[in-house]
């Protein structure tokens, strides 16, 4: 029944008097990953456990503006970008003071940030379901998976996450060089 449930079959050939074949199918579009979840306001996101190197505590004599509205945290003696999620999807956060919530260390080919989260839940396996199976491509989502209690939460990728981000900066270091910005 849980193999139908996830758009599988179970195959059962026997031949008698030598024995018996289960062959159980899957589609592609399924995976597990095992993820951080991280609440940002009201919201449950999922950071891929692969992608983390660490979650600390934010010390604000570490923090540094640059480029405008961009932030870089100090983190032995490397500069790592600060990305707030609750921006780039326009969610409420509880705090909005780094101080009040934590960083997640991520990276991806090669490349780190550190993602603002107000908390961090707890760790579990989950089931990736495609967005633009049943909706469309979200660039810095790699899926979504339904929680225990039901509820939805998006999974982040964290290179398009990055690529994201990079694009953002991109924009806003071209438009301030080009004297649109006030």
């Known amino acids: 029944r849980n193999i139908r449930e996830l758009g599988g079959a179970v195959e059962v050939k026997s031949t008698p008097g030598e024995g018996s ?3 159980i199918r899957l589609p592609l579009t399924l995976a597990i990953l095992d993820g951080q979840l991280v609440g940002i306001g009201t919201e449950t996101y999922i950071l891929p456990v692969i ?3 660490e979650s600390l505590q934010v010390r604000t004599e570490n923090i540094n503006a640059v480029a405008g509205n961009a932030e870089v945290y100090r983190l ?3 500069y790592i970008p600060i990305v707030r999620l609750y921006q780039i ?7 909005t003071e780094l101080e009040s919530g934590l960083l997640v260390v991520v990276e991806a ?5 550190a993602i603002y989260v107000d ?4 760790q579990q396996q989950v089931v990736i379901k495609s967005l633009e199976t049943n909706f469309k491509k979200i660039e810095g989502l790699s899926g979504a998976t339904i929680l225990g209690d039901g509820t939805v939460a998006l999974i982040i990728d964290i290179a398009g996450l990055i690529d994201l981000y990079q694009k953002d900066m991109a924009s806003i270091v071209s ?3 080009s004297g649109i910005a006030a």
């Open 109 to 113: 080919e090669g490349k780190k940030i």
């Open 119 to 122: 908390d961090l839940l707890g």
């Open 76 to 78: 032995r003696d490397e």
């Open 51 to 53: 992608s983390i190197i």
């Open 175 to 177: 438009i301030k060089g």
């Open 89 to 95: 999807f326009g969610i409420k956060p509880v705090s």
């Open 21 to 23: 074949v289960f062959t």
